[in-house]
């Protein structure tokens, strides 16, 4: 299982970026996505998430300007980021809780959290 992020880029304050994640490989199925972020020298952050049933939760100072959503069919996740701040500057990571496919049994394992190498989103001032 694999996660491609994509969809960082530098921007001036008051700007937008929409940032996409793809699940690949031997999915059976994707429950919840999240989008995190870090900056140098401290802890990741949890922004936004959303769940199989497309319940979202997000960070206060996330919340109202951005939105997270998803594509079941493509194994999507997307963060629409606007209104961006200087203080959104940071590497964005995606999570998602996957069921893949076992290879020695070709049934569903268990789910397991996997990563994304993330995208880095810089916001000018």
């Known amino acids: 299982v694999q996660l491609q992020a994509s969809g960082g880029g530098l921007v001036h304050t008051g700007g937008s970026l929409r940032l996409s994640c793809a699940v690949s490989?031997?999915?059976?199925?994707?429950?919840?996505m999240a989008w995190y972020r870090q900056v140098p020298g401290k802890q990741r952050e949890l922004v936004a998430s959303?769940?199989?049933?497309?319940?979202?939760s997000y960070v206060d100072s996330a919340r109202g300007r951005f939105t997270i959503s998803r594509h079941n069919a493509m194994n999507t996740v997307f963060l629409q980021m606007n209104s961006l701040k200087p203080d959104d500057t940071a590497h964005y990571y995606c999570?998602?809780?996957?069921?893949?496919?076992?290879?020695?049994?070709?049934?569903?394992?268990?789910?397991?959290?996997?990563w994304g190498q993330g995208t880095q989103v810089t916001v000018s001032s």
């Open positions: 999570n998602a809780q996957v069921r893949s496919i076992d290879p020695t049994t070709s049934r569903p394992g268990p789910a397991r959290f996997y």
């Open positions: 959303i769940t199989g049933r497309d319940i979202t």
């Open positions: 490989g031997s999915v059976f199925e994707v429950n919840d």
